[in-house]
């Protein structure tokens, strides 16, 4: 009975993972990007919209983490798929090593703010290799302190971008910065690490959630009495709308959140954002760059980095029902992270790219859009080892 129970479900999974998921471009594409580091190093974040050749940015810049941490997933792959498709003829691990380097500097200063949680990426992923690396550990303590610093009492949050006070804003994205406080209270034993990330993530429950499940971008409050002043966007559509990266940063914050702590009510809120996310989503299974955005004229920017995050924030959330032996749970949310990832690859998959992927909204009310996104690949990428991690695809 088992076996057969076995043979019926696996193939089923199987047949909704797109190919190119595990395509030799994959491995190819990376490999071009990370063989020569431009000197001084810079690190790529996103494409012109015609060429799809990467822009280079400083390392003090909020996403210099992904490209090295995507050289850890390509190490990861190497682990997971044997030499298959070309990632078994190259040292990944020496790579993502050399691309960390350009980020040490920060460790003592960045202008990046309460993003140091991104910039920790890499080195997360090396402490889970080698956990007594020295450069590694002194970066992810640095890096939390750095978040701990911005924590106020009074407003109950870590605060995201500067402002003069009274002014205190903070985005949903910080919700991802979370993870570095317990990394590093796993290292140190402090505690108080923690308890800010707890603190941080109930006030964002609050506050940033609106009663359908959508997210604001910006609450803004007060830091001398702790209240809101404002809630708005910076990146959406509209101050009532919902833009689709940060709904998928809080759904993959709070399951995360729910993974560090077990609180039943992380894992309430991820479900009620991963629910608006899902429901959301137009017949064209297109991930919209906001879920409010007006669909005319046509066609209205995608955004392949909200998709590719939200199928890693549905797989973690599916993960975690199960945790709590919610398989009808588990399997809905599996079922959604598939759909998503197979709309996307069919609408954002170019080969004759840098990138992997196009389609990315960067930040439309900048108008930089239709590009490749170094978070969008480093998600596209994560998904593949995530399901094969799972057995959920084969290579
Ligand atoms: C330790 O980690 C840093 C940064 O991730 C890396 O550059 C370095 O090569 C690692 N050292 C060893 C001995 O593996
Ligand atoms: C624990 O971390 C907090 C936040 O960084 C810091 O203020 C405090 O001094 C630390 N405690 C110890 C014992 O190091
Ligand atoms: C996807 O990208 C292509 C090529 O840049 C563009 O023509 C198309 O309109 C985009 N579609 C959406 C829905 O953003
Ligand atoms: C199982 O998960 C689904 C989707 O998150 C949810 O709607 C349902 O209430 C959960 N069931 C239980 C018993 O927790």
Redesign the pocket.
Known sequence: MRKFITVLVLPLALATVPPELFSPLVAQKVLATAKTPPSPIQFPQYTD?TAGNWLLFNPDTWTTGFFPATLYEMNRRQKLCGAKHGVGDVDWLKLGRTWSTGEIPLETKTGVGHDVGFLSFPFVEELKINPGNGTAITAVKAFATALAKRFNAKVGCTRSWDSPDPNFQVIIDNMMNLEVLFVAEEITGNHTLRDIAIKHADTTIANHIRPDGGTWHVIEYDSNTGLVTKKRTAQGFSDDSTWSRGQAWGIYGYANMHLRTNFPRYLETARRLATYFVSNIPSDG?V?WDFNAPTIPA????DSSAATLAVNALLLLSQRELTVGNSTGAQFWRDHAFSILRDITN??W?PEWKSLL??G?VNLPANN??TGIVYGDYYFIRAGNELKELGLTFC
């Open positions: 919209a297109i919209p066609p209205r920017p995608a609408l954002a170019r196009s389609n909204t859009k239709l």
